[in-house]
């Protein structure tokens, strides 16, 4: 899949997605008041989610190139990486590199940077969209899973979305059109005020599905595994081989250790 964002072309995109956030709302709204969409709740234990992805699963980080790609890279940038070296770790041919990955105008040898002047993503947004290179080291997979997947419907919110990872956050639910819409329900939670005082707070409960999107819970779910295998590949693209050197390695000093007992036995023999 070919990113929608040529070079230059940032500002359509933002608008296209903007425009595709307010078809979304004004369909929560009839999901809502039909209710035939609406299905058992879940999501209370979000902050237990773990995103068990695995780096070595080349098929998956693979398909969260393309989905980083086809919906990350409108707005951000993997600055320390290039094409080059995503389509070699990646067993990307260079045919297909250039026909499915690489945005138009860009050589292989060029960096992974985002088309959206900062300027003007910070206009839209009210914050430059960081880059996604050490996310994964800086943040952790889990977060990046749970931030994912904790998007839902505020209609107090700038870009019609909020987000339980990172409250208020200027991120848009880029991936509602595949998720669907969901709504936050709260529970009243007895607050632990002093002095004898009883406050209620606002205590987040479950999600309630308001509007499905393209693809279902569990295609969502490895939508967003996939992103992050991908991301977590980016913060450090070469675990993969360091990992499996690794195993040589001990198996080297296992060797070298029965070798240097060895000579000391050989050593040793006459003395004792
Ligand atoms: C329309 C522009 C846009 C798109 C597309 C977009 N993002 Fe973002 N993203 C943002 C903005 C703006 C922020 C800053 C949010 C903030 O700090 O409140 C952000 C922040 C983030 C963060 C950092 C969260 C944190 O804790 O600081 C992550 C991770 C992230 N985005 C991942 C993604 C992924 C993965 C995709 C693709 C599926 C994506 N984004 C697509 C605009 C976008």
Request: net charge neutral.
């Amino acid at each position: 899949m070919r990113t929608e964002a040529g070079r230059g072309r940032g500002g359509f995109l933002a608008a296209a997605l903007l425009a595709a956030a307010a078809a979304h709302g004004a369909r929560a709204a009839e999901g809502a008041s039909g209710g035939a969409e609406a299905t058992a709740g879940f999501g209370a234990d979000w902050q237990s989610w773990h995103a068990a992805n695995d780096v070595s699963d080349m098929a998956s980080v693979q398909r969260g190139a393309r989905n980083f790609v086809s919906y990350c890279l409108g707005c951000h940038s993997l600055k320390y990486e290039r094409w080059s070296r995503l389509a070699q770790d990646l067993g990307v041919p260079p045919r297909l590199l250039e026909q499915d990955l690489l945005p138009p105008g860009d050589k292989p040898a060029q960096y992974i940077l985002t088309s959206m002047p900062a300027a003007d993503s910070q206009a839209w947004f009210g914050k430059t969209p960081p880059d996604l290179s050490l996310m994964a080291r800086a943040r952790g997979q889990d977060y990046l899973y749970q931030f994912l997947r904790t998007f839902y419907v505020d209609p107090a919110s700038q870009t019609g979305a909020n987000n339980l990872r990172l409250p208020a956050t200027a991120m848009p639910h880029v991936l509602s059109e595949l998720e669907g819409l969901k709504r936050a329900v709260y529970r009243q939670a007895a607050g632990s005020a002093p002095a004898r005082q009883v406050t209620h707070q606002q205590v987040f409960d479950h999600f309630e599905q308001i509007a499905p999107g393209r693809l279902s819970a569990a295609e969502y779910d490895g939508f967003v595994r996939d992103t992050v295998n991908f991301l977590d590949y980016v913060s450090e693209p070469t675990q993969t081989a360091r990992r499996a050197l690794g195993v040589w390695v001990v198996l080297f000093l296992l060797v070298f250790t029965w070798l240097a007992w060895l000579v000391k036995r050989e050593y040793w023999k006459d003395v004792h």
